[in-house]
């Protein structure tokens, strides 16, 4: 159908679990003409709510009659350029999720609820009534003598006269009419002091460089493999300089921005201009104001986390990956989307390069790599003139460990206090002790709505559970026999209490998510080391990401074992990503700097590989074992997951979702249902089925045609389901 006025039907995308768009007539008259990526106000009911429009069209499924029509159009021009909006739209159909909610996932919250896609800013200035009547002299108090002095001057803007004191004359003027507002675009954010010239780079440096800048002005993929400490950033900083010099912008990802100040202080002191962060720990107001001065264009350097793959900039020149192997690029919940990859993606549909950096790239990328999909670039030395660290490993059958130390790690760890150093000792598990356990019966504390066992914290007295927040007292004793309960293994709280009772006057700094959980923490406990005043720092995978320590000299990893024997495939990959990474932060200044690993399997094939090899052996061989066993990168993986609160209906369900895919699973082996390796979480049973196929396109047929029929068999409310395209926990 056409309508008279506006023959544009709008196809819109309303944040709901439904894989579809919804026709509207356009808005009755006026406004701006719709395009795809503005945003639409449209009833839904007896409410109005914000909806994106995904497209245009003449016609709709719908009779005339039932049509309604869109209230009005909340932009005069899409949120977002055609490339960026060309991959969210993209990205709804590869991870076959609602595009409504994909949209709403890529916007601050402000944005969702219909706030200006503009910044903006009220500003003062006389009004010709206010220039007559000045003009007879009246009589005004003092601070309406030096609004009206300063509004001679020029407008001004609001924030500005309320800092001055002046808001209480304002009004007053304002009633007057002796004063009138305008809207004017709000100031670029503070620039960067640029103050911190550029070191003198490497060889590899140079070379990476060099070789990165030849491909700006079109796409490129490069995998920038450098060791720790051997200068990844510099390399960002000088390419982003080269793209800034030419009038364009640069957003940079990394895993978790709240873990890396030096990163956003680094960028900061050296480039003269705005740099904006976007992570989950800025306030909904500090989220939009930088998320407006990326997409115009005045804050031209972004740093940020997941989401901000979608930002919308003004003119990108080049898309940076930082720590690509991260896990924590991939969204796990919801909209279960893999930044890095879409990063990819967008460099594509951009025609600029994407530069994935790591000292342990994921397997994956270096298949690409190998498949000349990438190109790789190494930077084989540190830039300082320690070089690499000294490993050793500690065989834990040999040596007892008292509170998870053993004896030759604290003898180096006092050699390395007496010479002034600092000590990093790595424990990626937090709490006192994983396990409760009675001495008399053998009863261990389970959590009442999890497979799990809870987890001591003996400074609360408190037992918890880590995977659904259940918290309860700490009993005295054994609450089935009355015998004597003890907290079994080791957590970052009982290392911390030994390493104080040994070294008494040490002042040490714990960083896990039990001590860092306001805003700052992380910075106030990374002041303390940096200072030099605390000697021993003390954490889980917190510290490995993107921190420097130029004064530790040694590390310590006091439980390696802990992924050794995993059941997901890729439980060995980030255990040897954990080491190496760790082991980084030892010996990057000027000192060198020594590694000890503590394991109670000091001949496994993993261990001897990355103490004798480094990574790239341990990746050859693991490499091989995915290929031999048909595991990514060598197949492509979508997993249907399902829960609820019976367990008989949560595998009744997947039975009868992979019945329905019998005849149109060409190319696809469908695999299960079998449960999770945490069957039960927060009181709801978990299972899966495990889709399999040697090529992508394939199993993307098979989710198309097979999503829409399990959709329409209408499984019970009590049922949550899903589906996670190339998931990286298969367990």
Known sequence: MKDADNPLILQVALASRLRQTFDYLAPAQGGPAAQPGMRALVPLGRRRVVGFVMGLAADSALPAARLKRA???????????????????????????????????????????????????????????????????PRLGQRQRELVERLRAGPAAAPELTTLGLGDALRGLARRGWLESFGAAAPPPQAGSGSRAAPVPTDAQ???????????????????????????????????ERVLAAGRSALVMVPEIALTPQLVSRFRDRLAVPVVTLHSSMTDTERLAAWRAARAGTAPVVIGTRSAVFTPLADPGILIVDEEHDPSYKQQEGFRYSARDLAVVRAQRHGIPVVLGSATPSLESLANVAAGRYRRLELPERTGRAGKPRIGVIDLRHHAARDGLAQPVLAAIERHLAARGQVLVYLNRRGYAPTLYCTGCGWIAPCPSCDARLTVHMRNARLVCHHCGTDEPMPFGCPKCGSEVRPVGQGTERVEQALLEVFPGV??????????????????????????????????????????????????????????????????????????????????????????????FPENPLLVSLVTEGYDGFARRALEERQAAGWPPYSRLALLRADGPDRGEVFDFLRAARDLAADIAQGVRVLGPAAAAMERRAARYRAQLLLESASRGPLQRLLEAWLPRIEATKPSRRIRWSVDVDPIEVD
């Open 507 to 600: 002042e040490l700094v714990r960083v896990d998510r039990d001590v860092i959980r306001r805003r700052g923490d992380i910075e106030r406990a990374l002041e303390k080391v940096a200072s030099g005043k605390a000697r021993i720092l003390l954490g889980t995978q917190m510290l490995t990401k993107g921190h420097d320590y130029p004064d530790v000299t040694l590390v310590a990893i006091l439980n390696a074992d802990q992924g050794l024997f995993g059941a997901d495939f890729r439980a060995s990959e980030r255990l040897a990503q954990q080491i190496v990474q760790v082991s980084g932060r030892a010996g990057r200044g000027e000192r060198p700097g020594e590694v000890l690993i503590q394991s109670a």
């Open 71 to 137: 209230v009005e159009l909340l932009d005069p021009d899409p949120l977002w350029d055609e490339a960026t909006f060309g991959l969210l739209a993209w990205a709804a159909q590869y991870y076959h999720h609602p595009p409504g909610e994909v949209l709403s996932a890529a916007v601050p919250a402000a944005i969702r609820e219909g706030a200006p896609a503009s910044a903006e800013i009220t500003m003062w200035q006389l009004s010709a009534a206010g220039i007559e009547g000045l003009a007879d002299r």
């Open 206 to 240: 140079r070379q990476a460089c060099g070789a990165i800048a030849e491909s700006l002005g079109g796409y490129a993929a490069w995998l920038l493999h450098g060791v720790t400490g051997s200068g990844k950033t510099e390399v960002y900083l000088s390419l982003i």
